[in-house]
């Protein structure tokens, strides 16, 4: 079993809508969780961090943690063409970062 | 823009050479990280490094080393290379906390 999990779409959205982004996590004693967005040949860059149960926004971004379901989520409103990237799940066990595998993006005009 | 640079951006080898890559750290971020990410796949964390001590290693074979220098730069020594170490290495710092920043990376091929 993958310690961290994502589907790896691509997850196709409208121009507009909301893109809604899931990650499972399998060590209970993961403490922070992030959110990077990784555009194509580029490296990761840091969207969004959550510590504690409930939900954090930041502008489009809407991030939920649950640790007793051990999920985590992204929501992106309004997506635009400038969203389409791949996005990492990534949770930290005493300082080292776990990345899933990511779910790539595609935003259509 | 992170801060974090990394060098060369782009390299070439061959199977059996060894390679060094360098990374700078914003001023101030006491702790960097170095990760493998292979094509298609989530960054693998190689190690960590605080204050110039490692403070955590990942499942990575002991050929991969690496260092951090005072002046916040930091190196990832790869031995004896093989056609599996081709990926794109990147270095992420960090201050407080576990926020970490990452630098653009190196694309590492080898032939």
């Known amino acids: 079993q993958k310690e961290v999990e994502q589907n790896s779409g691509p997850l196709s959205v409208p121009e507009g809508a909301i893109a809604s982004l899931n990650c499972t996590y399998s060590?209970?004693?993961?403490?922070?969780f992030f959110w990077y967005r990784q555009y194509s040949g580029k490296s990761p860059e840091l969207i969004m961090s959550?510590?504690?149960?409930g939900d954090k926004e930041d502008g489009r971004f809407t991030a939920q943690l649950n640790k007793a379901s051990q999920y985590v989520s992204l929501l992106i409103r309004d997506s635009q063409p400038s969203d389409s990237a791949t996005y990492l799940c990534?949770?930290?066990?005493?300082?080292?970062?776990?990345f899933g595998a990511g779910t790539q993006v595609v935003v259509t005009p | 823009e992170t801060g974090v640079t990394q060098s060369p951006t782009h390299l070439i080898k061959t199977r059996g050479q060894q390679v060094t890559l360098r990374c700078s750290s914003q001023?101030?971020?006491?702790?960097v990280s170095w990760y493998q990410q292979a094509l298609g796949q989530g960054p693998q964390f190689i190690f960590q490094?605080?204050?110039?001590?490692?403070?955590g290693r990942g499942n990575f074979p002991p050929r991969f080393s690496g260092l951090q220098f005072p002046n916040y730069s930091s190196e990832l020594n790869v031995n004896a290379l093989e056609l599996d170490d081709s990926a794109l290495y990147l270095c992420a710092s960090a201050a407080t906390g576990d926020e970490q920043y990452f630098g653009p990376g190196t694309r590492l091929t080898v032939t």
């Open positions: 490094y605080y204050r110039e001590e490692e403070n």
């Open positions: 959550i510590y504690s149960n």
């Open positions: 001023s101030g971020h006491n702790t």
């Open positions: 060590d209970r004693g993961s403490q922070s």
């Open positions: 990534a949770v930290t066990n005493w300082g080292k970062l776990q």
